[in-house]
């Protein structure tokens, strides 16, 4: 007897081998057929869909879940656009929190501001505490005095701002946040991803110095894990930096790791260990992603995160030891370290099988895009910067360069996997509204962004289920609607391939579908 089948419905399965159903038998978590598969088969919940749309489940591959349920639970400067306002924000922060404590906020950014703030500024509502203004991107930070009295003295600053390094250091002077915060923080961020339809995340990067909240950070998801408290299936990329030589024996050639060896492909269904997130940039939002050539108006090109002699080792090490890389690389300098270090590490120990990703591919040339393809490296690209970001991003790239943000066509027609992704809680992570952008390129102003990378629906559906399941180790549970997989489903109140596409982003989700049992909304 089946568990549960749904019929009535207009499926599109993502599986080339047999496109559409309507209907969908589901037995102990997973798919057990489809259509006259199961059609006369006893179940103990029918349900008729009414001819409503069911996709696989999204799957966002690049995500933050600590930072984007602190972000949302805590304090923020957002949406304040003036310094007087910010400083505000600031002040009713630090009120709540006792003398001496930290004061962690979220939500800025120097852009509307028309420049960044100062420790000396933030000294005048800190009230004997410690200030740590996060920014947006995840790359840079304002503290006050107070902080800056703790750094070594080399860190580098800039009147309170730091960057990529500087941020590292500050992360590491900041106490530790406790279990029971961040595994509050895990349960908020994935009850918002299954309210877009998403059962499955990849967090890029615990125990990293940038976004990391934690020494004990893979013990809180597990812990949510077995509390019932893990809204999504999750993959822990491990930053690279958290790994170091294991003493193994020279002929296992395990150069470096997490203790006992554990690397990428351990864990169940639920929770497992996914790539090793290795970064060589910053970010455009605090333009410190590393151009081959200077942002437009200004003096520099931005900054890589080590030398690159430091991160092609670190890239080789993982490679060696059997890990899965994920290689943070934004500017189109960074793109070129990345790909020369998978490129170097693939002719030194040859593993085709490796499905090394490059997260975010910002800024791509047209001239690295087949050499994406000749080391088949996969684009883990966030479609939705540009629809949020991509008006300022076209500024600071110029005329020239502006085409070849965070493309998208211009990937597959060179062979390239792709795969969307948000970047939570960078900006806001709905599938769907990155869907859209991938098919029509317009920018919340309406400006068209690069129209030449524009998409079909249905490839940009693919980047949000199959690829990005391929992405993950997760093609043969999930990313299609297809007999033997888990049953992740999403149902929607109309189909993403026939609706004018300005309407995709607003199609209503009626329910979030996890092992066949709703784990949002109602299939009723």
């Given at each position: 007897?089946?568990?549960?089948?749904?019929?009535?419905?207009?499926?599109?399965?993502?599986?080339?081998?047999?496109?559409?159903?309507?209907?969908?038998?589901?037995?102990?978590?997973?798919?057990?057929?489809?259509?006259?598969?199961?059609?006369?088969?006893?179940?103990?919940?029918?349900?008729?869909?009414?001819?409503?749309?069911?996709?696989?489940?999204?799957?966002?591959?690049?995500?933050?879940?600590?930072?984007?349920?602190?972000?949302?639970?805590?304090?923020?400067?957002?949406?304040?656009?003036?310094?007087?306002?910010?400083?505000?924000?600031?002040?009713?922060?630090?009120?709540?929190?006792?003398?001496?404590?930290?004061?962690?906020?979220?939500?800025?950014?120097?852009?509307?501001?028309?420049?960044?703030?100062?420790?000396?500024?933030?000294?005048?509502?800190?009230?004997?505490?410690?200030?740590?203004?996060?920014?947006?991107?995840?790359?840079?930070?304002?503290?006050?005095?107070?902080?800056?009295?703790?750094?070594?003295?080399?860190?580098?600053?800039?009147?309170?701002?730091?960057?990529?390094?500087?941020?590292?250091?500050?992360?590491?002077?900041?106490?530790?946040?406790?279990?029971?915060?961040?595994?509050?923080?895990?349960?908020?961020?994935?009850?918002?991803?299954?309210?877009?339809?998403?059962?499955?995340?990849?967090?890029?990067?615990?125990?990293?110095?940038?976004?990391?909240?934690?020494?004990?950070?893979?013990?809180?998801?597990?812990?949510?894990?077995?509390?019932?408290?893990?809204?999504?299936?999750?993959?822990?990329?491990?930053?690279?930096?958290?790994?170091?030589?294991?003493?193994?024996?020279?002929?296992?050639?395990?150069?470096?790791?997490?203790?006992?060896?554990?690397?990428?492909?351990?864990?169940?269904?639920?929770?497992?260990?996914?790539?090793?997130?290795?970064?060589?940039?910053?970010?455009?939002?605090?333009?410190?992603?590393?151009?081959?050539?200077?942002?437009?108006?200004?003096?520099?090109?931005?900054?890589?995160?080590?030398?690159?002699?430091?991160?092609?080792?670190?890239?080789?090490?993982?490679?060696?030891?059997?890990?899965?890389?994920?290689?943070?690389?934004?500017?189109?300098?960074?793109?070129?370290?990345?790909?020369?270090?998978?490129?170097?590490?693939?002719?030194?120990?040859?593993?085709?099988?490796?499905?090394?990703?490059?997260?975010?591919?910002?800024?791509?040339?047209?001239?690295?895009?087949?050499?994406?393809?000749?080391?088949?490296?996969?684009?883990?690209?966030?479609?939705?910067?540009?629809?949020?970001?991509?008006?300022?991003?076209?500024?600071?790239?110029?005329?020239?360069?502006?085409?070849?943000?965070?493309?998208?066509?211009?990937?597959?027609?060179?062979?390239?996997?792709?795969?969307?992704?948000?970047?939570?809680?960078?900006?806001?992570?709905?599938?769907?509204?990155?869907?859209?952008?991938?098919?029509?390129?317009?920018?919340?102003?309406?400006?068209?962004?690069?129209?030449?990378?524009?998409?079909?629906?249905?490839?940009?559906?693919?980047?949000?289920?199959?690829?990005?399941?391929?992405?993950?180790?997760?093609?043969?549970?999930?990313?299609?609607?297809?007999?033997?997989?888990?049953?992740?489903?999403?149902?929607?109140?109309?189909?993403?391939?026939?609706?004018?596409?300005?309407?995709?982003?607003?199609?209503?989700?009626?329910?979030?579908?996890?092992?066949?049992?709703?784990?949002?909304g109602s299939l009723d």
């Amino acid at each position: 007897m089946l568990d549960l089948l749904l019929y009535n419905a207009r499926v599109i399965t993502m599986d080339p081998a047999r496109p559409t159903a309507s209907a969908i038998g589901v037995w102990r978590d997973r798919i057990v057929g489809l259509d006259d598969d199961v059609n006369g088969m006893p179940a103990r919940r029918q349900v008729d869909l009414g001819g409503a749309v069911v996709l696989p489940a999204f799957l966002d591959a690049h995500v933050h879940q600590v930072w984007a349920g602190m972000a949302a639970t805590g304090a923020t400067v957002a949406p304040c656009t003036d310094v007087h306002d910010v400083l505000a924000a600031v002040r009713v922060a630090a009120a709540a929190r006792p003398v001496g404590e930290w004061v962690d906020l979220a939500g800025y950014d120097q852009r509307p501001l028309g420049r960044h703030l100062t420790a000396a500024e933030l000294d005048t509502v800190s009230a004997g505490r410690k200030v740590f203004l996060v920014h947006d991107s995840g790359h840079a930070c304002v503290v006050n005095t107070a902080v800056l009295e703790l750094l070594p003295p080399d860190v580098p600053h800039d009147d309170g701002f730091l960057a990529e390094s500087g941020m590292a250091a500050v992360r590491a002077l900041r106490q530790p946040y406790s279990q029971t915060e961040m595994i509050d923080a895990i349960e908020h961020a994935g009850n918002v991803c299954l309210a877009q339809g998403i059962t499955a995340v990849a967090e890029a990067g615990i125990g990293g110095g940038l976004i990391s909240y934690s020494p004990a950070e893979l013990a809180a998801y597990q812990r949510a894990s077995d509390d019932g408290r893990l809204p999504v299936r999750t993959q822990l990329m491990v930053a690279g930096v958290a790994t170091h030589p294991l003493g193994a024996h020279p002929a296992d050639d395990i150069p470096a790791g997490l203790d006992l060896g554990l690397r990428t492909g351990f864990g169940g269904d639920r929770l497992n260990i996914g790539a090793m997130k290795i970064f060589t940039d910053g970010g455009m939002m605090a333009r410190t992603a590393a151009l081959s050539e200077p942002y437009t108006g200004l003096d520099h090109s931005g900054q890589l995160f080590d030398s690159v002699a430091a991160m092609e080792e670190l890239v080789l090490a993982g490679h060696r030891a059997g890990w899965q890389l994920a290689v943070h690389a934004i500017g189109d300098r960074a793109v070129d370290v990345a790909l020369d270090a998978i490129d170097r590490a693939q002719r030194e120990k040859p593993r085709p099988e490796a499905r090394h990703r490059i997260e975010h591919a910002g800024l791509v040339r047209p001239d690295q895009l087949s050499r994406f393809a000749e080391l088949g490296v996969t684009a883990v690209v966030q479609p939705n910067f540009l629809y949020y970001l991509g008006d300022d991003y076209a500024v600071i790239m110029g005329e020239r360069r502006a085409p070849w943000l965070y493309r998208g066509q211009g990937f597959l027609d060179a062979g390239v996997r792709l795969v969307a992704s948000s970047d939570r809680p960078v900006t806001e992570g709905a599938p769907l509204r990155n869907i859209q952008f991938m098919v029509n390129r317009q920018t919340r102003h309406g400006h068209s962004l690069g129209p030449a990378e524009a998409m079909f629906v249905y490839d940009a559906l693919r980047a949000y289920t199959v690829d990005a399941a391929w992405a993950c180790h997760w093609e043969h549970d999930l990313g299609s609607v297809t007999a033997g997989k888990l049953a992740d489903l999403v149902v929607l109140a109309e189909d993403p391939l026939a609706v004018p596409v300005d309407r995709i982003a607003g199609i209503p989700i009626l329910a979030t579908v996890l092992g066949g049992t709703e784990a949002h909304g109602s299939l009723d």
